[in-house]
Every structure is written in structure tokens, then in C-alpha cells.
């Protein structure tokens, strides 16, 4: 029966190997690639590069009115000929407090944009992460919108050149927001004026599409919005669920679904629904379109040929009518930013689930809860601080239970010489040994398991704060003190996974040593195996196992001090 706290054990280092190997995969280079597969439609003398511009038909959503695309006649043409250029037009400049972005002329695509308060790397403070990218560096990633027209109708879709009053567009001091207008005409007096709104200290844009209908017939149609991306593919596989790279939508029916890259090779989504999201999520970030509440969109999703993926909605999914002389506005919301839970969850129902804590959220959300409960204090306001009070937190609640644990492991410790005996007299008969064990267990009142709860309760603990810091952006590149500069990266100097060997070291000296002698020199190894995984994992991850250690260590060494006391 001993045998079960060597088991846990055996079982935690390999639930930590998982994550380890699951933590390599989004922070070493060496295990993550990102991939973009050649377009098998390439025109003969044009470059790889320039293939990645291409115009395909199949990028613009089918009206779900008419069964059919609805082009102008320059995009049909285009559409017949799959291996034109895509011709940019020119790029507006858009810098807010919390963006730098450009947006193409050319559909109004929002082909560039970096997050000015979120550097790429601590190393390199000033240089901020992109999402959106259309550079072919790190993958292509682009915000798109436009209209589909019915009933023989024209509208301007992603690929039609607009007009824009200035390359250059700035949010001003002392103003709370921002507008990018982009005009489209036609000759049949048709005007669409889409305009972009940016608001201070917030990452939601407001996309407007309004329809001006200066012609002599009523025009029909709908608008689209979407998202287009590279897919990534991982030189290795982990059986443990890493951080989620893909395709989200959300439903009022359905609610929180995730889509993986070859899920939208195999089939393509068409699902109607009403306060619903769509959204391309990723490590810490996230891009997602949200059509008004309340309105009935039309989800899909396409696999192109170019190795891309777009994931996207058609707003309203009924057809609007604008009467000659009149004018109707379509509206959506872009979100583009940090996964922030307090701030997402006021956004959409549903969009503060893309910070995806795993099966065991229940666990994970009342930790998150209360780190971000210790760092809001102002005595406090750091990250490592929060976690050792977390780390407090948890061994206060289980104190009983650790209390009545660590008495059994102590009883056991002094049944050692006993135990010790019993091998070198029954050492020949394995059966005959494990049964006097078990009366000599009964006859000294000991729970043999007892010892095990402590490492059963830190399992899913353990494993709730690792997608707590794997997942919350909140502790992206935050820092402790001294050498650690960043919580969610390895401790540099390795000094925290060498005291948590030491602390694991200490902790064996105070249990009951197995009978078994391979079990002693494998338990031994414990410590080393340990130092070597915790090497790499998130300096935060490992405070709190050096700190939940050494408040273990002192409550185990006390009550077997008290125990060894009263004989």
C-alpha cells in the first residue's frame, strides 16, 4: 500500500514532463514553425512572394439570399482569371494611445496592426507585437469587411479601390476618439462611406458601412466581415493540450466552440445565429468581429488554396433594402488586443472564454480570482507578490488536511525500523512481507495512504496555475524582483528550479523512507528530474512550488517534531 504515494509521485513528474514539453512548444523556437504553404494556382513568372497577393473568388462569402457571389463587374472579371495580382492601393497610417495600423485603400483592409503597449519581447521594450501582418514575416493575418449586392445589385467588396481623405490619421490629445472614413462611388450613384472608430484606451474599433442610394433603383444587400490567416503548423505533437491557436465562434445555441485549422480544411461552417462572435485567437491575443446584439448573422468559414483561412460572419443574414434617395447604415465591432477577462467579459457574451483555462477552469479562475485580487491592492502591484499570497492562501485551506497527512507520514517514519525488520526477515517471500506490513500497519493504527493526499490535492492545483500563467496575458513579461524580470518566462539564472530541488530534497528527509530498495534510489532521483523540468517552466510557476515547499517543509517538521516528542 506504500506503494501509492510512490505512484503519485511518478505520476506527477509525468504530468510535469506534459507540461513542460507543452510549454517548450510556445516558448522555444525549436519546437514551433509557422508555415505557409505555396498557392497551387501560381501564374508563371510570378514569384512565391507575389503569389501570396494573389485574388481569389472564393474569398468573398456567398450571399445566403441568392446562392451565388455578388462581384462588381471589375471583381468579376478578376474572379474569372484566378491568378491576377492583387493590386494594393495605398496605405493609411491610423496611430491611436493603444494602436499603430495601416489600412489599405483597397478594401479597407486592415493589413497592419501592433499593439503599442504590448512589446514583442522584454528584451526589446520598444518595438510592439503585430497581429495583424500582411508582410509574409511570422504569417498573414488581415481584418477584412465589405458588401455583398443581391439581385443583380453592386457593392464593394474587400478587393474594390476606396478613396481616402488622408494617409495619415492621429488621435489627438485631450480627444476620446478617432474616425477613418473611406468613400466608395460607382456611376449608377451608388455611395458607400466606410468608416473605422477608434476610442481611447480601448481596443474596440467600430466598423460603420453606410449606404447612400443617389441612383433611380432600390438597392439589396448585405455586409460581410472577416478574418484571414496563415495556419501554424508544430514540427511536434504533445498529448497535453498546449495554448490554442485557431478559429472561434460563438453561438446563443451552441455557445463557446473552437476550430481547429484542420477542422476548416475538413468542413466549412454555416450556422445562423443571434448575439454571437466570431474570432481567430492565439497566445495571448485574439482578433474577433461581433455583429450588433440582437442581430441575426451568418457564420462560415473557408479553407483557401493558399494555405489561408478566413472565419467570418455576413450581417444581417436577412437582405437590406435602400430606397432611391435614402441611406442605411451597417455595423459591426472589430475587436483586436489582449485576452483580458474583466475587460472582454463587457465586450460579448462569451468572449472572455478565449482565455481558455482548460478541464479544470473551476480550479483556475478562482486562482486567477485571487492573484488578481492580491496585485490590485497598492501595498502590493506585483505579480510575484500575488503569487506567494495565493501560494498562503491555499496551504491555509488545506491546513487541516495537510495537519492529519503529515501525522500519518510521521507515525510512518517511526514504524521505520519496524518496517526494516520485517524486510530482512520475510525479504525472500514478497507476499508473506506485504502482509505482515499490512498488520503491522493495523496493529500501530496508520493509514498507509495517508502521506499521499498532500501531492493528490497539489495535482490540479499545480496544473490550474499553469494555464493561469500559461494563458493570462495580465502576467505576460511582468516582473518580481532582483533577476526575475518576467514571471510567465524561465528564471534566467535558474536559481528558483535549483531552491525548489533543494526544498524537494529536504522534504524527502522528513518522510518515510520505502522499503523498496529501487523505490529508494528512484525517489532520490525525484529532486535531480525535478530541477532539470522546473528549469524551463515559468519563473512563476516554480515560486509557488518553492514557496508551497517550504511552508510544507515547516509545517511537516514541526508535527513530526510533536509526534517524535510524545514518543
Known sequence: MENYRFFLLALFVTLSYALWQNWQMDYNEAYRKAALPQSTHVEPGVSGEQSDNLVKHDEVPESNLTG???FSAEDSRLADNKTSNRIDGQRILVTTDVYRLEIDTRGGDIRLLELLKYPKTKKDPDTPIRILNDTGQGGFFVAQSGLIGTAGNTAPTHRDQFQAMSLSYTLADGKDFLEVPLVWTNQSGLKVTKTYRF??????????????????????????????????????????????????IYTEEDKYQKLKFEDLEDENVNVSTKSGWVAMIQHYFLASWIPPAETVARFYSKALQNGRYIIGAVIPSNNLEVQPGSA???????????????????IAPGLELTVDFGILTFIAKPIFWLLNFFHSQEWINNWGVAIILVT????????KLSEKSYKSMARMRKLQP?????????????????????????????????????V???????????????ESVELRQAPFFLWIQDL????????LPLLMGISMFIQQKLNPTPVDPMQQQIMRLFPVVFTIFFAFFPAGLVLYWVVNNTLSILQQWYITRQIEKAG
Open 68 to 70: 451565388q457571389d455578388s
Open 199 to 248: 476610442h481611447r484606451g480601448s481596443y474596440e474599433i467600430d466598423v460603420e458601412q453606410k449606404v447612400t442610394n443617389n441612383s433611380d433603383r432600390t438597392w439589396t444587400g448585405q455586409q460581410y466581415v472577416q478574418l484571414q490567416r496563415t495556419g501554424l503548423q508544430e514540427e511536434d505533437k504533445s498529448f497535453f493540450v498546449r495554448s490554442f491557436t485557431g478559429a472561434v
Open 328 to 346: 442605411a447604415t451597417l455595423e459591426s465591432k472589430l475587436v483586436v488586443g489582449p485576452k483580458i477577462q474583466k475587460v472582454l467579459e463587457t
Open 392 to 399: 498562503f492562501s491555499i496551504k491555509a485551506l488545506f491546513f
Open 418 to 454: 519496524k518496517l526494516e525488520n520485517l524486510r530482512e526477515k520475510f525479504g525472500d517471500d514478497k507476499q508473506r512481507m506485504n502482509m505482515e506490513i499490512m498488520q503491522l500497519y493495523k496493529r500501530e493504527k496508520v493509514n498507509p495512504l495517508g502521506g499521499c493526499l498532500p
Open 456 to 470: 493528490l490535492v497539489q495535482i490540479p492545483v499545480f496544473i490550474s496555475l499553469y494555464w493561469v500563467l500559461l
Open 488 to 495: 510567465s518566462s524561465k528564471d534566467p539564472f535558474f536559481i
